[in-house]
């Protein structure tokens, strides 16, 4: 009896010898953002997932700004803002796409304590079919949008930041097909992929500046968006896609705030994507040590069950061609 203990103690020493190890080498460390009074910007903020982190930061005492195109949208996101909150935004009219337009929106309305760059096309089509004009267009938006706003917000951040001494932060909105290549999504992931290397580099950049980055990836998610994006959605993207769960846009929005709010750096949304996100750790910067330690044990199992879904993704790519051509 005494021996199994023993040995049960034995077995348990290297993981609490790792678990110990992780807590003092993670880095970045761990920080809390405060937001209460501090501008909170979020660019598509007008609908979907943006306007729903708009709507809970601002009920949660920030100043916020929304960002996008059309003044309509904007003007209704930010009447329901104030009919649920009491809280005045300032709606911002540009395009991510026109860095001077992008310039003089944030000029107009001051430094930006927590920038959201959550705005986004997503035009789902093989990339044998789908015009580089629509491929250009994502890159344009997911990719380059994100680069000027940061341009953009941060020399004011910094001297914000220097002013206060408080912590700020940069978030951008990936998507799971950020983490993972899906069908019909060539171009849109290789925006959304590329948005991480930008993320991963920028953290590195602004550390020293208390400036915190931090990335979310929604499943597919109820949105204006989303609804304009199935009507053109090959079949096999939607099957693919349903592997992970569906998502309320104020759901992804609520965890999208706590992440910001700790400072993580990888969010994910639903359990799958705790899955995709121990999957596909790599070399991100990680400030939990628990989630550290989840992923070091975690990445071998996780790469099988990645496996396995490639398996049955490969599967029904195979029977969806087969069928096509017996129609
Ligand atoms: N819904 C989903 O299934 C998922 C969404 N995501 C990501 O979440 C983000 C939000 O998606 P969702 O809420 O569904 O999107 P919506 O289409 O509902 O809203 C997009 C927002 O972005 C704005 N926007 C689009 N293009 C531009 C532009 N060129 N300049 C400025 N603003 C722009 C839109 O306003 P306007 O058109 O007036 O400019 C709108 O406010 C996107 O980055 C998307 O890729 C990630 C995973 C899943
Ligand atoms: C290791 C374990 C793996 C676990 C399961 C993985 C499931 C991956 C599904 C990917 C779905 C991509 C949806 C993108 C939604 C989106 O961005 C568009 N709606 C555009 O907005």
Not at 11 to 38: D, E, S, T
Not at 122 to 143: A, D, I, K, T, Y
Not at 232 to 241: F, K
Request: with cysteine.
């Amino acid at each position: 009896m005494a021996s199994l203990f023993f040995l049960f103690l034995l077995l348990l020493l290297p993981l609490v010898v790792l678990l110990l190890l992780l807590a003092v080498i993670v880095r970045p460390r761990p920080v809390r953002i405060p937001l209460k009074g501090r501008h909170v910007l979020v660019s598509g903020g007008s609908s979907g997932i943006g306007f729903a982190l708009a709507r809970r930061a601002a009920a949660e005492g920030a100043r916020v700004s929304i960002l996008a195109r059309d003044p309509d949208r904007l003007r209704d996101a930010r009447d329901a803002i104030r009919r649920d909150t009491g809280v005045d935004a300032a709606a911002l009219t540009a395009d991510v796409r026109d860095p001077a337009a992008v310039g003089r929106a944030l000029e107009a309305v001051g430094p930006v304590d927590v920038l959201v760059c959550n705005h986004g096309v997503f035009v789902p089509q093989e990339l044998e079919r789908q015009s580089l004009e629509e491929v250009r267009f994502m890159v344009e938006v997911n990719l380059m949008g994100t680069f000027h706003l940061i341009k953009a917000a941060l020399p004011a951040m910094k001297q914000r930041g220097k002013e206060t001494g408080l912590p700020a932060s940069i978030a951008i909105m990936s998507s799971q097909a950020g983490q993972v290549g899906v069908y019909g999504y060539t171009a849109y992931s290789a925006t959304k992929f590329g948005l991480r290397g930008l993320a991963e580099a920028l953290q590195h950049e602004v550390i020293m500046d208390n400036i915190h980055v931090t990335l979310i990836f929604p499943p597919d998610t109820d949105t204006p968006g989303l609804a304009e994006e199935l009507k053109r959605r090959p079949e096999i993207t939607n099957v693919i896609a349903a592997s992970s769960g569906g998502m309320k846009a104020d759901d992804v929005a609520q965890k999208a705030l706590n992440g910001i709010k700790s400072a993580q750096f990888v969010v994910p949304c639903n359990f799958e994507g705790t899955m995709l996100s121990i999957a596909t750790a790599g070399l991100s910067p990680q400030r939990s040590y628990l989630m550290a330690f989840n992923e070091v044990l975690g990445a071998s199992l996780m790469r099988f069950v990645g496996l396995c879904f490639q398996w049955n993704w490969f599967s029904a790519i195979e029977k969806w061609h087969a069928e096509k051509k017996r129609k």
